[in-house]
C-alpha cells in the first residue's frame, strides 16, 4: 500500500516557467490538499478538494491552479514560476475533511526551488 | 485572531517523559485536537486525536481540559528516535457555517542520549 505518492521530489524552476506536481492516493480517500511549507510560517493550506470535480481555494491560492478528474490524483500546477514560490510542498489525504479518526496522511514531499 | 501556540523547542533524555502543550483559544464547538509528527525530509504524520479528555494510544497520550482551549501532547520514555518537529491541528470557526484549519508551527523536540 503506496499511500500518497509525490513527484518530484526535487525540481528546479526559472522565473517564468511552468510545471505540475503529482499527488497521487490509493486509499480511495476523497479528501485531498495541497500545503506549503515555509520555515517559521508552518503549514499553508494552497487548494483542497472533497471528491473528484469539487475543488476548492485554501489559504495561500494564488499562482497556483488544480483539478480533480478523479478520486486517486490531484495535480499542481504553477503558471508562471516566482521565487516566493520556493518552498516544500506536500500533498496529503484523509477518508474525511476533518473528522477521520485517523488523520491525514501526507506524501514525502517535493522541495521545489525558483531561480 | 485564531491562532494556535506551542513551545518552538524542547530538550528531553532518553527515558524521559516529554509533555508538549498547544494553546488554542477559539476552537470549534464540534472539532477534534490532532497532533503529527515530522521528520526532516518528510511529511507530518498522524499522532494522536482527541475530543475533549484523554485519549492514549501505543504511542502517546493526549490530555484535554474541559473547557478545550489547550491541550497537551504526552510522550512517555521518549528515545532518540522520537526527536523531530511535532505540530497541533485544530478547527476554528470561520466565515457563516465554516469552520478553518489552523497548524501551530511547531514545536522541535530533540531528545539526547
Not at chain 1, 483539478?67 to 514560476?81: C, G, K, V, W
Not at chain 2, 493526549?62 to 485544530?90: E, G, H, M, N, Q
Request: proline residues 6%.
Amino acid at each position: 500500500n503506496a499511500g500518497v505518492t509525490q513527484t518530484p521530489k526535487f525540481q528546479v524552476l526559472k522565473t517564468g516557467q511552468s510545471m505540475t506536481l503529482q499527488c497521487a492516493q490509493d486509499m480511495n480517500h476523497e479528501y485531498m490538499s495541497w500545503y506549503r511549507q515555509d520555515p517559521g510560517m508552518g503549514l499553508r493550506l494552497i487548494h483542497y478538494s472533497v471528491g473528484a470535480g469539487i475543488t476548492d481555494q485554501g489559504e495561500v491560492p494564488n499562482g497556483y491552479n488544480v483539478s480533480r478528474s478523479t478520486t486517486e490524483d490531484f495535480p499542481l500546477r504553477l503558471l508562471s514560476a516566482a521565487p516566493s514560490q520556493t518552498s516544500v510542498y506536500f500533498c496529503a489525504s484523509s477518508d474525511g475533511i476533518r473528522d477521520s479518526p485517523y488523520g491525514y496522511t501526507f506524501g514525502s514531499g517535493t522541495r521545489l526551488t525558483v531561480v | 485572531l485564531a491562532k494556535t501556540t506551542q513551545p518552538i523547542s524542547m530538550d528531553s533524555y532518553e527515558g524521559q517523559e516529554v509533555n508538549i502543550t498547544c494553546s488554542h483559544n477559539n476552537i470549534a464547538t464540534n472539532d477534534y485536537i490532532t497532533w503529527y509528527q515530522q521528520f526532516p525530509s518528510q511529511g507530518p504524520r498522524f499522532i494522536i486525536q482527541g475530543y475533549k479528555t484523554k485519549v492514549t494510544n501505543e504511542v502517546a497520550s493526549l490530555f484535554i481540559p474541559a473547557d478545550r482551549k489547550s491541550s497537551t501532547l504526552s510522550l512517555p520514555r521518549v528515545s532518540l528516535s522520537d526527536t523531530a518537529v511535532y505540530y497541533c491541528l485544530v478547527g476554528v470557526p470561520n466565515a457563516g457555517n465554516n469552520r478553518k484549519l489552523i497548524w501551530g508551527l511547531g514545536t522541535s523536540l530533540a531528545v539526547n542520549p
